[in-house]
């Protein structure tokens, strides 16, 4: 099983020790203050342990915002992104449709023709890098509205239960994995925010995960994911034998 922590690029070199100590891969959330800190960037691609993976700047970000000073700038981002995932020599980058919170399902799936002929120059950037991309459910109202994005331009899907849970018409994480999920991000949530606890707090049943041991499991804690460990080992882990 390959197991990831999330951590921010600004503080990745300070959580080296603990990444290490832990025994766990990096996921790098690629904040846009350290983006040109091409240096920073380097000694982390020396240091950084693998399975290494990138979570691409997402912060107001919408590639086919209505202004189209927005849309141009967040299409810009995410290309840099992935330009700094490729030096970071992460295989994987996850990324978010930029989708505005609590949009109707019909709103949404008029959405994806547009993000279909934005997202483009995305994907074929990151083909010609070698890394492969993941979209990613944040407030997407139902599985169905991620089908032909993830078919059309060939995108794995990074199934985030809690993001279901919270934003979603669909919560039941059942419905979602339809869509064969190649990448998790585990938290603990509440139900009503999106709180990234670890996984001993909070509601929810783990149950679904059984069978997806095969694809990478990013910790998307906020603080050390020692509980998390702690219970995958206690309470999932050894129920799989």
């Known amino acids: 099983m390959r197991l990831l922590w999330?951590?921010?690029?600004?503080?990745?070199?300070?959580?080296?020790?603990?990444?290490?100590?832990?025994?766990?891969?990096?996921?790098?959330y690629l904040d846009p203050r350290g983006l040109g800190d091409r240096a920073l960037l380097e000694r982390l691609a020396r240091r950084l342990p693998g399975p290494l993976s990138a979570h691409l700047p997402f912060w107001n970000l919408d590639p086919i915002a209505p202004d189209p000073e927005v849309a141009?700038?967040?299409?810009?981002?995410?290309?840099?992104g992935l330009e700094a995932a490729a030096r970071l020599g992460a295989e994987r980058a996850v990324f978010?449709?930029?989708?505005?919170?609590?949009?109707?399902?019909?709103?949404?799936?008029a959405r994806v023709e547009p993000l279909l002929e934005a997202l483009r120059p995305l994907v074929e950037r990151a083909r010609a890098l070698g890394v492969a991309l993941f979209l990613e459910n944040t407030h997407e109202p139902a599985p169905g509205v991620l089908v032909e994005l993830l078919e059309a331009l060939g995108l794995g899907f990074c199934f985030d239960p809690a993001h279901a849970?919270?934003?979603?018409?669909?919560?039941?994480?059942?419905?979602?994995?339809?869509?064969?999920?190649?990448?998790?991000h585990l938290n603990g949530t509440d139900g009503v925010y999106?709180?990234?606890?670890?996984?001993?707090?909070?509601?929810?049943?783990?149950?679904?995960?059984?069978?997806?041991?095969?694809?990478?499991?990013?910790?998307?804690?906020?603080?050390?994911?020692?509980?998390?460990?702690?219970?995958?080992?206690d309470r999932l882990l050894t129920a799989g034998g």
């Open 6 to 28: 999330s951590v921010n690029l600004l503080e990745a070199e300070a959580l080296l020790p603990r990444l290490e100590a832990l025994g766990l891969g990096a996921e790098v």
């Open 72 to 80: 141009d700038l967040s299409q810009r981002r995410l290309l840099e």
């Open 96 to 109: 978010h449709s930029g989708l505005p919170a609590k949009t109707p399902l019909a709103g949404a799936l």
């Open 165 to 184: 849970r919270v934003f979603s018409a669909t919560p039941d994480p059942f419905s979602w994995l339809a869509l064969r999920p190649g990448h998790l």
């Open 194 to 233: 999106d709180r990234h606890w670890n996984l001993d707090r909070g509601e929810g049943d783990l149950a679904w995960l059984e069978g997806l041991e095969g694809v990478p499991w990013v910790l998307e804690v906020w603080g050390d994911p020692g509980p998390s460990l702690r219970f995958l080992a």
